[in-house]
């Protein structure tokens, strides 16, 4: 599934928190999360939201659709700081409700 946030959610995400599509309330945990533990989040079913602040975009993904778009971002994504060369690079977040469902939070950074 995907579903554009932007509209409602958009601000929510640079706080720190997001209400998903599902209703369930996420919080940011970490920041940096590795590609290779993303890897195993995606493949079991974690959804994905891309978070670009430039952009204005605020996006859901679940299901087939976040394992499609996670092998699109996934050679862009980096641990440290943005090298500032002009492409998008992306860091992946933990984020977790309160009953400790996850979701991984991508943000770019150009």
């Not at 996006?59 to 659709?65: H, I, S, Y």
């Not at 971002?73 to 977040?93: A, L, M, S």
């Amino acid at each position: 599934m995907r579903c554009d946030l932007s509209a409602d959610h958009f601000h929510e995400a640079g706080q720190g928190w997001l209400v998903a599509p599902n209703g369930y309330r996420y919080f940011r945990c970490t920041t940096r999360t590795q590609r290779k533990e993303a890897d195993r989040l995606v493949a079991d079913g974690v959804p994905l939201v891309l978070y670009y602040w430039a952009g204005e975009q605020l996006d859901w993904r679940d299901g087939a659709d976040a394992r499609d778009e996670w092998q699109v971002v996934r050679p862009h994504v980096i641990t440290g700081e943005p090298r500032r060369k002009g492409d998008i690079e992306w860091t992946v977040g933990r984020w977790e409700d309160e009953d400790g469902r996850l979701v991984l939070v991508l943000t770019g950074h150009c």
